[in-house]
């Protein structure tokens, strides 16, 4: 299976201050056949069901703001957000979808100083 | 617009089956390229993806759990379905079902099951 670590486990911010949650595959995630990495970022606010908010590593779903941006390649990946909102307090997972069985990282929670 | 809906039995009692229904709108699941997946989350805790199912009936399933998961598709209702088997107390969790076979476009609003004596 491929394990999916992400750091750090929370973290606590300022509003208008930028964030950057890590993900780190046990495996590469890059489909070189069509060059994609197979790696999902969501947003679970409290009590909510989770949100998707980006595919393929790097493309937002819609209506994702453009605060909120997918990097990394391979077996590194990194959500930034920039400017964080009041309304972003959630907590943060991030899935590989390369390889069954699917796997998710344990979370990262994110506090509003 | 796509929505989907889990529906189960609330609480059940240890070694019994658990059995939840997805009723979903917007897509079929006879339609080439789509699939449906379950997802659990126990309370205060991560996710952990259970099985898939896809429009040509293929299915996988987490391994973890080994040999206690079915899942089928009803798509002439729209429906899909989670069977597990011999369930205790660690199978306490919101379960979820979501459109999509791998990245999970939508999802259900979730429904709480407690395994409980």
């Known amino acids: 299976d491929i394990a999916i670590t992400q750091s750090p486990s929370s973290v606590a911010v300022s509003v208008g201050e930028t964030v950057t949650l890590s993900c780190k595959s046990s495996q590469s995630l890059l489909y070189s056949e069509n060059n994609k990495d197979y790696l999902g970022w969501y947003q679970q606010k409290p009590g909510q069901t989770p949100k998707p908010l980006i595919y393929?590593?790097?493309n937002r779903h819609t209506g994702v703001p453009d605060r909120f941006t997918g990097s990394g390649s391979g077996t590194d990946f990194t959500l930034i957000i920039s400017s964080v909102q009041a309304e972003d307090l959630a907590d943060y997972y991030c899935e590989q979808y390369f390889v069954y069985p699917l796997t998710f990282g344990s979370g990262t929670k994110l506090e509003i100083k | 617009q796509v929505t989907l809906k889990e529906s189960g039995p609330g609480i059940l009692q240890p070694s019994q089956t658990l059995s939840l229904t997805c009723t979903f709108s917007?897509?079929?699941?006879?339609?080439?390229?789509?699939?449906v997946g379950w997802i659990r989350q126990p309370s205060g805790k991560g996710l952990e993806w259970l099985a898939n199912i896809w429009w040509d009936d293929d299915k996988y399933y987490n391994p973890s759990l080994k040999n206690r998961l079915t899942i089928s598709k009803d798509t002439s209702n729209n429906q899909a379905f989670l069977k597990i088997t011999n369930v205790d107390t660690a199978d306490t969790a919101t379960y979820y079902c979501?459109?999509?076979?791998?990245?999970?476009?939508?999802w259900g609003q979730g429904v709480m099951v407690t395994v409980s004596s």
């Open positions: 917007g897509f079929s699941l006879s339609t080439y390229g789509m699939g």
């Open positions: 979501a459109l999509g076979g791998n990245y999970f476009d939508y």
């Open positions: 393929w590593a790097t």
